[in-house]
């Protein structure tokens, strides 16, 4: 028998048939932003950085998805990280690779002993996104998940959301975390890809989105996106 192994495999007729079968109602849904913070998000200063070129992509594609949140009353919810200094580099394998001097991202050096201290640059949100005093803050997250020691589940059922638009970074780490969360819980997620990068390297944004795409939820252009919350609007889904 040949082996696969590594081979990528054509799902695109279950991709084409599961996003014909999304329907969507804006009245129960929210976007959260998962990390969009200077510390990954801001070149400059990036203690984990993505690259350049993927920062300006997404926080324009995360601005553009929230001005279409906000032209039908969608939630918004930004989602956040800081690590104060005892859980700042120490999980085992965070420890080893500090020790081995190795970068986290591989197209330029992190420093990953500084990332978002609590006060710190790294820790602020980009200063570009279209934050609103209207938006829930929430700054409890610790890990991957976004799910994992904050009160998000609770607001969410308290808005009534089934389906959550998540954008942000990174894909393979927080954002895939948070939508194994959120099937976890229940709720349909859609990632737009416009809205995410990695700066893990561009194969594993790939794989993240493959792994959500063919088991956990769906990824859709913000072009499809607004395409389905439209016809959602125009069949009188918004209405209030």
């Not at 329907?23 to 849904?29: C, E, G, N, T, V």
């Not at 203690?47 to 939630?75: K, M, Q, Y």
């Not at 799910?147 to 959550?164: A, C, H, M, V």
């Amino acid at each position: 028998m040949e082996n696969d192994t590594g081979r990528m495999i054509d799902r695109s007729d279950l991709t084409k048939e599961m996003n014909e079968a999304l329907h969507l109602d804006p009245r129960k849904s929210a976007v959260v932003t998962i990390d969009c913070q200077r510390g990954n998000l801001e070149p400059d200063i990036a203690s984990l950085p993505v690259p350049d070129s993927e920062c300006e992509r997404v926080i324009a594609g995360t601005n553009r998805l929230l001005f279409l949140a906000r032209n039908l009353e969608i939630s918004i919810i930004h989602v956040y990280t800081v690590y104060e200094e005892p859980l700042l580099g120490k999980h085992p394998f965070e420890v080893a690779m500090l020790e081995a001097r190795q970068s986290f991202t591989p197209h330029r050096q992190s420093d990953f002993a500084r990332h978002k201290s609590p006060g710190s640059p790294e820790g602020e949100l980009i200063a570009d996104l279209d934050v609103r005093p209207s938006d829930y803050l929430i700054d409890s997250k610790r890990t991957f998940d976004m799910f994992y020691g904050t009160q998000l589940e609770s607001l969410l059922r308290g808005l009534g959301s089934e389906t959550l638009f998540i954008a942000g970074c990174n894909t393979n780490t927080c954002v895939l975390a948070s939508v194994f969360g959120a099937y976890c819980r229940g709720y349909r997620t859609v990632v737009p890809v416009d809205c995410v990068a990695s700066a893990y390297g561009e194969d594993l944004h790939q794989f993240a989105l493959a792994n959500i795409q063919r088991r956990l939820g769906w990824v859709l252009t913000l072009d499809e996106l607004e395409e389905k919350l439209g016809a959602s609007a125009g069949a009188g889904g918004a209405a209030r």
